[in-house]
């Protein structure tokens, strides 16, 4: 079993930055793909960045691609969401995510990530 807390979410205004992080506990975090996901009040949770398990490999919503990056220290056990430009429809509570198996590349469907964080609300004012 994994414990995964999220932290860096807050208020912010449009075009402004937030460092999401998601501390890892109880399991070999260094094997496992990592993704990061949001959910807005009335739809559906999607995906945002991932990353594999070594770092070498990320992908990204076209949504988010050029402003958010994902990154992860494995010597801390924390994965990172650096947002930058942020804007209102970026608003939502993210959730970071383990893969449940080890050793994957970066994946995108939630079905993919067995263990889930309790979420950091996010929200950038117009």
């Known amino acids: 079993q994994v414990l995964l807390v999220e932290s860096g979410g807050g208020l912010v205004q449009a075009g402004g930055s937030l460092r999401l992080s998601c501390a890892a506990s109880?399991?070999?975090?260094?094997?496992?793909?990592m993704g990061w996901f949001r959910q807005a009040p009335g739809k559906e949770r999607e995906f945002v960045a991932s990353i594999s398990w070594s770092g070498s490999n990320t992908g990204y919503a076209d949504s988010v691609k050029g402003r958010f990056t994902i990154s992860r220290d494995n010597a801390k056990n924390t994965v990172y969401l650096q947002m930058n430009s942020l804007k209102p429809e970026d608003t939502a509570v993210y959730y970071c995510a383990q893969d449940s198996a080890p050793y994957g590349g970066s994946r995108r469907s939630p079905s993919d990530f067995g263990s889930w964080g309790q979420g950091t609300q996010v929200t950038v004012s117009s």
């Open positions: 109880g399991r070999a975090f260094s094997i496992y793909g």
